[in-house]
């Protein structure tokens, strides 16, 4: 089954920074929307950046200006996190469209990866 792979979350205190990873597999030929998405115990999965292939960008109102979306050629779209707050605290994962090499259009989404920030 073919997955995005995320990585780079951790435990970190208040203010710290992390930088997450979310790489799509070879088998994949562009990415078309890439999302991060965040989902803390007892509470809906919410939307906290998105980036498209033209490059606009979305963030929530809760990670403007600490939050940053980014894609390199190689496919692999970064949240990178500064600042960050104990309310940040959750399971991230990305989602998004991409096309296939063989040019079929999927909607990937990967594992998920746990950021703590916990003082």
């Known amino acids: 089954q073919v997955q995005l792979v995320e990585s780079g979350g951790g435990l970190v205190q208040p203010g710290e920074s992390l930088r997450l990873s979310c790489a799509a597999p070879g088998s994949i030929l562009s990415i078309n929307t890439m999302g991060w998405y965040r989902q803390a115990p007892g509470k809906e999965r919410e939307l906290v950046a998105r980036i498209t292939q033209s490059g606009s960008t979305y963030y929530a109102d809760s990670v403007k200006g600490r939050f940053t979306i980014s894609e390199d050629n190689a496919k692999t779209v970064y949240l990178q996190m500064n600042s960050l707050k104990l309310e940040d605290t959750a399971a991230y994962s990305c989602?998004?469209?991409?096309?296939?090499?063989?040019?079929?259009?999927?909607?990937?989404w990967g594992q998920g990866t746990l950021v703590t920030v916990s003082s």
């Open positions: 989602g998004g469209a991409v096309v296939t090499t063989d040019y079929r259009s999927l909607e990937l």
